[in-house]
């Protein structure tokens, strides 16, 4: 089955502007144009565009994704590169989620903190809530702590 630029971008919710993008980038290898120079899109480049945008999500440049587009035209002979680079790409992106479990953890805190507030009506009703002291301390003494350790 094929797809328009139009289709594709409906279905993968990218716009026309970003597939011409990634398509004139070679980005998409598989892409062939009609004899009229519309883009034709098959089941093969919807999966390299699913691709494209799960590794750009985990903060992957366009160059290395080219990069690993590139290893994978070459054929078999890049497959362990391509392995190590998937690894590596995990690596950082469990370290991205325990940054972002850490900022969240934050967050709840300062949300259970100004829910408090808003229930007693001021700041200096709860500053001395010794559930909110103690967590407060957890989740910002490890912070501090780290960052003393490292100095």
């Given at each position: 089955?094929?797809?328009s630029i139009g289709q594709v971008a409906k279905r993968l919710g990218l716009t026309t502007h970003t597939l011409r993008y990634y398509d004139k980038e070679g980005l998409l290898p598989s892409v062939h144009k009609s004899s009229s120079g519309l883009r034709i899109f098959t089941e093969k480049d919807l999966e390299w565009l699913i691709?494209?945008?799960c590794l750009k999500g985990c903060g992957m440049h366009l160059k290395d994704i080219k990069h690993y587009i590139d290893m994978c035209m070459q054929g078999d002979s890049t497959i362990a590169e391509r392995l190590a680079m998937f690894?590596?790409?995990k690596e950082h992106l469990a370290l991205q989620m325990e940054q972002l479990q850490a900022h969240m953890e934050k967050i709840d805190y300062k949300i259970a903190y100004y829910t408090e507030a808003a229930k007693r009506g001021s700041i200096d009703a709860v500053q001395y809530n010794k559930c909110l002291m103690k967590?407060?301390?957890r989740i910002f003494g490890q912070t501090i702590k780290k960052l003393t350790e490292e100095a």
């Open positions: 089955m094929t797809y691709i494209i945008e690894k590596k790409q967590e407060k301390e």
